[in-house]
């Protein structure tokens, strides 16, 4: 079992673990011992300190406890999250706990985000055994085939960003997805197709694509950065639809990038659109336009 396993994959500790701490003493015994590295790759992360830069000290009465911060924004997530789209890991990091809020935010968009599919898939009766994306997608519309092309875009980045140790920029592509993509973009596009009673195949398209993203990319995707919420919104929304599906979001593969769905000219045909609606909307609010009027 040692031989199989060692060298290891991949250790992590703080930056003063490399002259005399851990990363030094495992490197020099492994060497005389066994005449090689003991480890395969190593990610060295920065230091947390406080707002200010100052170094986190009880003498200082600037230490942030996490136990604190769990409490106030409820649960773990929201921390976790903030201290993952901050900064590289491998920088000095000053943490403002008032910011957490921001990552609290988006937790409440992703849980609105499947609230909404939550809601109209009920009503619809959509079933994702029956709504096939593999039979519906070619009567969807253009904005289906955006989000598809958009969530296998950020997919194939998100692997490679976690590939490189990059977890920043990890994290950062599943927000936009969660925020940008999903509720900023598709679910705005898609609400009025959902809104009608009919039975029409372009509504069911708009179920079984938003459905495929919520699993893979909202559910799957985060539940490395946002184990809890992800863990409890696979078993209250994906289970309930599939139920043979795993017991756990933590049990699940990782998708696959589909590359037959990116349509780069597509994407930046959509990013313009949103850009133009984004400048009408300030300017409508800049000069006192509401954006409903009689």
């Not at 809601?119 to 070619?138: N, S």
């Not at 900023?184 to 009608?196: A, F, K, N």
């Amino acid at each position: 079992m040692f031989d199989r396993l060692y060298p290891y994959d991949w250790v992590t500790e703080a930056i003063d673990q490399t002259r005399g701490g851990w990363f030094y003493s495992l490197l020099v015994t492994s060497v005389l011992w066994m005449g090689r590295a003991p480890y395969k790759s190593i990610l060295i992360s920065g230091h947390v300190v406080d707002k200010y830069g100052q170094k986190m000290s009880k003498s200082k009465g600037n230490v942030v406890w996490a136990e604190d911060l769990f409490n106030k924004w409820g649960g773990a997530d929201p921390t976790r999250l903030y201290l993952l789209t901050k900064s590289a890991p491998w920088d000095t990091m000053s943490v403002d706990p008032d910011e957490i809020a921001e990552a609290r935010s988006v937790l409440s968009i992703l849980w609105n985000v499947i609230k909404f599919a939550d809601t109209y898939m009920t009503l619809d009766r959509f079933d994702p055994a029956v709504h096939r994306l593999e039979g519906l997608i070619d009567k969807g519309l253009i904005e289906d085939r955006w989000l598809l092309s958009r969530f296998n875009s950020r997919l194939r980045r998100f692997i490679d960003y976690m590939n490189n140790m990059e977890l920043h920029m990890a994290a950062r592509e599943w927000v936009s997805l969660v925020v940008d993509d999903l509720s900023h973009g598709y679910i705005r596009l898609i609400r009025r197709r959902v809104w009608t009673e009919e039975s029409r195949e372009d509504k069911y398209a708009a179920y079984a694509v938003l459905y495929h993203v919520i699993k893979g990319g909202a559910l799957i995707m985060g539940s490395a950065l946002v184990p809890h919420i992800t863990e409890y919104l696979w078993n209250a929304f994906v289970r309930r639809l599939e139920k043979n599906e795993a017991e756990s979001v933590h049990l699940t593969l990782l998708p696959q990038v589909n590359e037959k769905h990116v349509d780069e000219k597509l994407e930046k045909a959509f990013d313009l659109l949103f850009a133009m609606f984004s400048d009408i909307a300030e300017m409508r609010n800049r000069i006192k336009v509401k954006l409903r009027c009689r």
